[in-house]
């Protein structure tokens, strides 16, 4: 997400950390690189201008503090400003009566998918979702709907076979909803390969007929320069009320997020980046700053990790791991819960500094992590429990029941026997865990599976992690 801007804007503040003291001169430099990035990503050309205006304004005038360095001080400004252009805080849905949302953009956006997975978001809340399917023009479209709605176990209401009027299966799903008896009802509309009047209008009519609380326009993040035009149209003709930004996960310029808040003054409520159902997060501006800038989202992580974690089964995997018991039976376990957390590649963008091992060969493999668990799976009961058994002919059938060769076997097992040797150094477990304790991260430096190396993981400020909550323990 978003590595092409991220990317160059590190290496315009890499250049100013040197510096003793902010000049005119220096900050024109940085600018100017900083503008570039900008606009290559695709960023609205009047928010880039607002944007680097307002850093520049503060960089030279009284705010400077003279304790911190240039690197950090630029860094600070342009996450402010970046949190302002994003919206600010996040901003949740409105639900008042009547509960109703219309779902609006082009063809290839994901707006039933998003649907779906806004009414995945909603029955999480405690909420009775409701799905309408007028999307009449998309093969399958209505048929996709119901799939993911009965997936869900979420009612769906489909238009009779062979109804070609949005507006007619409009007025039916008014009726349909009176008989449902209540719920939140998300309406999927149809869409076009392009803005036009035809689109626009039936749109109007169906949002007469739906008489809408939130109209969301869901748009592409990788189209760039096109969903803000886009975003501009719908807003002026249907009156949107807010954002869902799609595919997040593959845009690496980020310019769409960047334009589109500031240029509709609609805020963006949601943000996806994947296929699956609840891939679907709470849109915070101050955490996608941060990632912007290289600095990771540890909130948003502990927030996903928590969702998925089962708090016995970690008190146990603790417990193992302080009295180094720690077996594959475990391991297969950590694995599985690394899984649920989505890619690889987005969980290491969303700790600080990490993003930078996303390059690194085979640094981010889900095919890899698949293939582990193909090993894993492949070993018997026993010597999950007792890898001390498997010598070479043991190895060799582990190798060809999982269909990876022997090497691979031969190095899963040395990178897990590191890690149990890691886990019975106390003294080692108890410095991770009082970093971790203390809101700072464990200092991994002394393992020798890295010769002693680590990547240097420093955000755009100046190569230290932010501070989360006072570095407190979190409750």
């Not at 240029?263 to 980046?273: L, R």
């Amino acid at each position: 997400m978003f590595s092409q801007l991220t990317d160059k804007l590190e290496g315009a503040f890499k250049k100013l950390r040197g510096l003793g003291k902010i000049t005119e001169s220096n900050i024109a430099d940085a600018m100017r690189e900083i503008r570039l990035a900008l606009l290559e990503a695709d960023v609205d050309f009047k928010v880039t201008k607002d944007l680097i205006d307002a850093v520049t304004a503060k960089a030279l005038g009284e705010e400077v503090l003279l304790k911190v360095s240039p690197g950090q001080q630029i860094v600070k400004f342009f996450h402010d400003e970046l949190v302002k252009i994003l919206g600010g805080g996040a901003t949740e849905l409105d639900l008042g009566h009547p509960q109703r949302i219309l779902m609006v953009g082009l063809n290839g956006a994901g707006k039933t998918t998003s649907s779906a997975k806004l009414a995945h978001y909603l029955k999480k809340q405690g909420k009775r979702p409701l799905l309408i399917a007028l999307d009449l023009y998309r093969p399958a479209a209505v048929k996709q709907l119901q799939v993911l709605g009965e997936s869900l176990g979420v009612p769906v209401f489909a238009p009779e076979v062979g109804e070609t009027d949005p507006v007619v299966a409009a007025r039916k799903a008014m009726t349909w909803l009176e008989q449902q008896g209540g719920g939140v009802a998300i309406f999927d509309t149809a869409g076009r390969q392009e803005v036009d009047e035809a689109l626009l209008e039936e749109l109007r009519k169906v949002r007469d007929i739906v008489q809408p609380r939130e109209t969301l326009l869901v748009a592409d993040a990788a189209t760039g320069q096109q969903a803000v035009s886009v975003a501009s149209k719908f807003k002026e003709t249907i009156g949107i009320t807010g954002l869902i930004l799609t595919k997040l996960d593959g845009d690496a310029r980020g310019g769409a997020l960047l334009s589109m808040r500031q240029v509709t003054s609609c805020p963006v409520k949601f943000t996806g980046s994947g296929e699956k159902v609840d891939a679907l997060d709470v849109f915070h501006p101050d955490r996608m700053a941060q990632r912007i800038l290289g600095m990771g989202d540890v909130v948003g992580l502990v927030e996903k990790a928590a969702e998925q974690m089962d708090e016995k089964e970690a008190m146990r995997m603790a417990k193992r791991m302080q009295e180094a018991k720690f077996d594959f039976n475990d391991f297969l376990s950590q694995m599985r819960f690394m899984k649920k957390l989505g890619p690889l590649e987005g969980v290491l963008g969303m700790l600080p500094g990490m993003g930078k091992l996303k390059g690194m060969a085979g640094a981010v493999d889900d095919k890899k992590m698949k293939h582990t668990e193909a090993i894993v799976l492949s070993m018997t009961a026993k010597e999950r429990s007792n890898p001390g058994l498997l010598n070479g002919s043991r190895r060799k059938r582990v190798a060809d029941g999982s269909g990876r060769p022997v090497v691979e076997v031969n190095q899963l097992l040395k990178q897990f026997e590191m890690m149990r040797q890691m886990m019975g150094n106390k003294n080692m477990m108890a410095q991770m865990m009082g970093g971790l304790a203390g809101g700072g991260m464990p200092n991994l430096s002394g393992l020798g599976g890295m010769g002693g190396r680590m990547p240097k993981m420093g955000g755009g400020g100046g190569g230290k992690f932010p501070r989360l909550g006072g570095g407190g323990r979190r409750r």
